[in-house]
């Protein structure tokens, strides 16, 4: 009956409904308030009914009503509809939020339109009680916006397909070797010369095709401040990522002496046009370090999280090798080698947020060479490096690559665009289980939670992007909220049937997904994009 995705922790259903006219009015306490001003605000554009302030529930006919219960966990809610109208209850705003995020489901598909189809129509919701929270505190969706750039306002429309679907955690990938994407001010050329690359490698890196135009963009520290607060009024924490010491090309291109020049000439870098594992790093030296102190101070001024993530993976030692420079650092230090040498330069970055008050968090390749005291690790490489950071007592957020990187193909037919990666379906996905069955009961609360990665290599535009999102973001949003049973015992078909009307919502939410009888025809890529190319090594 409910309908509703991610499934609640509890429905019980009742006979009758409330019905939301012109007279309906949305009442919401001071803790709640904001709550009120965003729901009223989303309903209005979708029903076009007036839903003015009341002073309290019952006020009027069919009332809605939000309100702060503080024996209610942080995130949780209660959901209740009967006679007196509509009352959501939170153990914080957050909690009050969710609750408003299931009523507009049970709403319907039109609550998501951005326009009333009929100004006249009365709306229903039925009468029913739900008791809800999230299983995981981190519920994230990492967006790579440095290998194609997404603008601003394609930022702001994912924290609302996040807000749809109970998500909180936006992992903001803003740097890479082909591009820099956020404004710094003490280094201007980071955008003026590190946003954009000549031409881009059409497809995966083994397509011989390539796009002979410049692409690139960044967001200025005005557009920053603008999505922290859109995703704040959502109860959306962003996480930017700045990578150190690998994926740095776009920032040596912009300032050379960052790279390891006794090695190189860097200044014969461009930001780079292609895909996969890049070969120049940043030199382990005290002025990169100043530099990218530098960078974070002013992250740190336009991103209140709790975490900054500095990658910290996929950093070939090549280079620093046949450094003489970096090989009089790893002596000047007493390190063993080049894996204690990226140790070290992560764990400055972890000394230097931590003293400010932050925490880092970084690609599981940080456990190489002794893992900073602080620090937390981001579990890509399947779960391996999740399960040995939770044991030594450090936080983990589970987001192996063979099961929730979204730029996987989601069927073996060679009729998926750009068909990379594993296969990766929606069953797949709603069969995920973040908590590795290895761990502790104590280690596993080390298990902050889980992400849904989406690396954009070959995500061109908004419908790429939409077509390998969706719907498995709905899928993996059940994950990290609901109290599942164990992967095999899942009722994959009940989410099925609970998809036909989402696949609804998304469609007023105009979220170009993956139909689920697979790809249209405009959708298909015939040719080399068109190939499995399952002998590349994965990467991420």
Known sequence: MTELIPAPRSAVAGSGEVRLTRHSRLYADTVTEGVGRWLGAALRQATGLPLRE???????????????????????????????????????????????????????????????????????????????APRFRWRGLMLDVARHFTPKEGVLRYLDLMTAHKLNVFHFHLTDDQGWRIEIKRHPRLTEIGSWRARTK?????????????????????????????????????????????HSQAAIAAYPELGNTDVIDTTALSVW?????????????????????????????????????????????????????????????????????????????????SARGRRLIGWDEILEGGLAKGAAVSSWRGYAGGIAAARAGHDVVMCPE?????????????????????????????????VPPELSPEEARHVLGTQANVWTE???????????????????AEVAWSALPAPAERDFAGFERRMTAHYGRLDALGVAYRPPSGPLPWQRRPGVLGRPIDGLPPHR
Not at 275 to 302: C, K, Q, S
Not at 406 to 431: C, F, K, M, N, S
Request: some cysteine; overall charge negative; charged content about 30%.
């Open 273 to 353: 046009d292609t895909w996969g594992i890049n070969p120049n790093v940043l030199a382990p030296t005290d002025d990169t370090l100043r530099f990218y102190e530098g960078v974070l101070e002013e992250v740190l001024e336009l991103f209140p999280s709790e975490f900054v993530h500095i990658g910290g993976d996929e950093c070939p030692k090549d280079q620093w090798r046949r450094s003489a420079a970096a090989q009089a650092r790893i002596r000047e230090l007493g390190l063993a080698d080049e894996d204690e040498l990226q140790s070290w330069f992560i764990g400055h970055f972890d000394n230097w947020l």
């Open 402 to 434: 063979q099961q929730v990187y979204l730029d996987h193909r989601q069927a073996p037919g060679p009729e998926e665009p750009v068909p990379i990666g594993w296969v990766r379906t929606l069953e797949d996905v709603y069969r995920f289980e973040p």
């Open 54 to 132: 009341g002073r309290e529930l019952g006020e009027a006919e069919g009332g809605i009503g939000l309100r702060l219960d503080p024996g209610l966990g942080p995130e949780e809610y209660r959901l209740v509809s009967d006679g007196f109208g509509v009352l959501i209850e939170g153990g914080s705003a957050a909690g009050a939020f969710w609750g408003a995020q299931s009523l507009r489901q049970l709403l319907g598909p039109d609550a998501y339109r951005r326009a009333p189809v009929d100004r006249d129509r009365v709306w229903t919701v039925p009468h029913l009680t739900i008791e809800d």
């Open 458 to 476: 070959v995500m061109e535009d908004r419908s790429r992007v939409d077509y390998q999102t969706f719907p498995r973001l709905a899928a993996f």
């Open 202 to 246: 059409i497809g995966h890196r083994a397509s011989p095709l390539w796009e002979e135009k410049p692409h690139g963009g960044h967001y200025t520290q005005d557009d920053i401040r603008e999505i922290v607060a859109y995703a704040a009024e959502r109860h959306i924490t962003v996480v930017p990522e700045i990578d150190v010491p690998g």
